[in-house]
Every structure is written in C-alpha cells, then in structure tokens.
C-alpha cells in the first residue's frame, strides 16, 4: 500500500484568469522540480503541492500553486525537443500547413514562436527562407539555436516584451507556441502581448495537450510543476475571449498523447470553422464544464496509482530486474505521486546527454545511456515516454524480439505482449 495525502490548505485557492474560487480535484502531495536532473547533492530539495483544480466559470483545469519561473527554466534546463525526429517532422508539417499554405504569406512574413526551445521550429522557419524570432526562457536552449543561426532571444513573453519587439521588428503575421502555452502563468498578460504583437490579420497558433484526451485516458503526468493549465476548447475560448481573441479553428494532434491546435485571431476578423463547432458540442456532450467529470478523473488516477504501485512490488518480489524507459518530466510526477524509487526501478535509460548520470528528482533513481542500458538489459521496462511509444518500440524492437517486456501505464497499466508491440508499431 501506498500512502494516503496529508491534508492541505493551498497558499492560492483562485482561478488565475478569473479570481472565482477554485474546486479542489486532486492532490498529488509534494513534489519537485520535475526537470532538475542532477546529483543529489546538487538537487535543491525544493518541493512544492501540487494540486489541480477546477474553475466552473471559464472552465480552466490549473494547478492551484506553482515555484517561482526562476526554478524551472534556467542556464541548464535539461529539455532539448530536437531529440525527437518525430517533432522534427511535426513541427515542419506545422510551417508547411498554416504559415506556407497562408494567403497572408508575404515576403515580409514575420513569424515569433514564444517558448521556441533550441529552434526545432525555427529551423522549418529558417529553411523556408521566413523572418523569424524565438523567445525562451531558458538561457542555453537559446545559445544552441543562436548556434545554428537561428533568431532567438531570452525572455519571457508577455505584454512589455511584445511592446519591444514590435517596436525592433514590426508586427507579427504569425505567432506560434508548441507545449509552452500551459506554461504561462499569467495568461491575461500573455494575451494582451498576442494581441499587441499580431498583424491585425494574423493568427495565434498554438498546441497544448488536450483535456478531453487527458481525462479519457487518465494520463494526470500532463500535470508537473510547468505545466499549470490543461486547456480545452472551451477554456480556451473564454480565457482568451477576455483580452480581444476569438478561437477560429481547433485541429486534434495526436503528439503527446492528444493535443489540440489552436488557431485564434482578432475579434471579428475571421468565421469559426465548422470543425470548432462540431468539436465544441462534443465538449458540451462530454461535459468538460461539469465538475463531475473531474472528480472521476481524480478516483481514476488514484486507482491507475495503486495498481502501477502494486504491479512493480508484486515484479520486485518475484526477483525480476526493472528498469524505466525516458527520463521525461512527466516521468517525475509518475515517480513521486506512486511513490516509486530505486527499490522498485533500477535505472531509467534516456538520450539526453545532460541527464545521463544524473539522478531522478527527490526519487533518485540514477539514469543512464540507452547504449549502456542496452549492454545489460532488464526484464521490464516502464515506458515513461508513452507519448512516443511507437517511434521508441520501433527502434528498440531488438529489445522485444530477445524477450524483454514493455510495461505501459496509459491508459490502463499493462504489460505487452508481442501481438501489442505489432499493433502499435505498425
């Protein structure tokens, strides 16, 4: 058995869009930094609540507290997206269907993406022959894609910044944000900077995981310390609708494990397409405005945290060795909500050459090379990036062929068979 939280009274119990009281759904008790990969003698021991909450009024599923920005992205924050050809691949796909195929495509297009990471987007920007900007947090994401002669600065976007840069660089026709929207605190300052920044006819894209995916498939490892919002469309619409933006367009993704891309412009300049209103009266059919329907998103982690808990005891107990497969930053809220250290998983194997010997945060569990892993295999691997599972069961399939098993926890634990590895890999 596992736990049961302590009590606790959040410092914030406020919509951060809105001020209305928020509606507790599920405390995932303490937790750290998610993507402070270090030493443990060099990790901070910072925790934090995390809990989720729900506000009825414009809908936002949010995380009722969050650490300071300063904690989370840095001169070492250890994510580099190009890591991921599959991304790479995505995110061309993206430049080709909304900013190449655009009647608004000039030979003075300017393009900002906000949260541009080391400029796996830009790079599609750049290649296209675009005007192009990147802004990130995070100091040495921005100096990898200055390296690569990419455009791209450090800061954190908002109203002032949208001020300088259309002042240096004139307006926007296209503003893009990939799994960095729901990191953004303040959305209201965001918004106000989209809408200082956008061409009078230009279009705020951006994607996020989608809340209806999340709570169909029980996947609560979208919520860690930067992830404060899992949006949907309905959110989306009344948070943005607050500063002058009107959602046009929502086309479902099927990156991280079901996203939505949002497509937004001035107020009264574009119709809603049909597939937003199709996709909205399935929101309202599903009751995504329903605080029921989060209340059994939370009994359904709690169960999904017992059962992962008790299959990996039950694993340890019969001497079998178990590893884990990504040293994501969703991996760290699985770790620390199950309760899950080096007593039940030996290692977790990754690609990122600045998490390789580092440890898991506040759980410890070391993390090694995939070369490494592969020279002494376990018998189980949990496959964190579950989001990738068919880019990483197709290159690791020398793996599966020689007898170990992949264990998967969305969206029901399981451990798989080969027919599943076929499945999902073709």
Request: proline share 4%; glycine share 6%.
């Amino acid at each position: 058995m596992i736990r049961d939280d302590v009590s606790f009274k959040p410092k914030n119990n406020f919509c951060r869009v809105c001020d209305k009281t928020l509606k507790s759904i599920i405390d995932f008790g303490n937790m750290p930094i998610a993507n402070e990969f270090q030493l443990p003698e060099s990790q901070t021991g910072f925790l934090f609540r995390m809990v989720a909450a729900f506000c009825d009024s414009c809908a936002l599923f949010q995380l009722m507290d969050q650490p300071e920005p300063e904690l989370m992205f840095h001169d070492h924050y250890a994510f580099f997206a190009t890591t991921s050809n599959y991304m790479k691949l995505h995110f061309k796909s993206l430049i080709e269907d909304h900013i190449l195929a655009s009647d608004q495509l000039k030979n003075e297009t300017f393009v900002v993406e906000i949260g541009s990471n080391d400029g796996i987007l830009l790079a599609s920007l750049k290649n296209a022959g675009i005007r192009h900007l990147g802004v990130d947090a995070s100091e040495n994401v921005v100096e990898h894609a200055r390296s690569l002669a990419l455009e791209s600065q450090v800061g954190f976007f908002g109203e002032a910044l949208a001020k300088s840069i259309k002042l240096e660089k004139g307006s926007a026709n296209f503003i893009i944000a990939a799994n960095v929207i729901c990191h953004i605190p303040d959305l209201l300052d965001l918004g106000r900077g989209i809408v200082e920044l956008l061409h009078p006819l230009g279009e705020f894209i951006f994607e996020e995981p989608y809340a209806m995916d999340v709570l169909r498939l029980t996947s609560y490892d979208q919520f860690y310390d930067e992830h404060i919002y899992i949006f949907s469309l309905t959110s989306v619409s009344r948070v943005f609708s607050k500063v002058g933006l009107e959602l046009i367009d929502a086309i479902p993704q099927n990156t991280h494990g079901g996203s939505m891309r949002y497509v937004l412009s001035h107020r009264g300049t574009r119709k809603p397409s049909e597939r937003l209103m199709k996709l909205m009266e399935s929101e309202e059919s599903n009751a995504i405005g329903n605080l029921d329907t989060y209340n059994n998103f939370a009994k359904n982690c709690f169960s999904k945290r017992e059962e992962l808990h008790t299959l990996l005891q039950k694993l340890r107990e019969e001497g079998k060795r178990v590893g884990g497969y990504a040293a994501t930053s969703k991996s760290t809220t699985i770790l620390n909500f199950c309760e899950i250290g080096s007593d039940l998983i030996e290692f977790i194997s990754d690609s990122t050459p600045e998490k390789i010997g580092t440890f898991t945060p506040a759980t410890k569990i070391p993390v090694i090379s995939h070369e490494d892993m592969r020279k002494n295999p376990p018998e189980y691997l949990v496959l964190f990036a579950w989001n990738h599972a068919r880019e990483i069961l197709t290159s690791e399939y020398a793996l599966s062929k020689n007898g170990m098993k992949w264990i998967l926890f969305v969206p029901e634990i399981r451990i798989l068979d080969d027919l599943d590895i076929q499945v999902l890999i073709e």
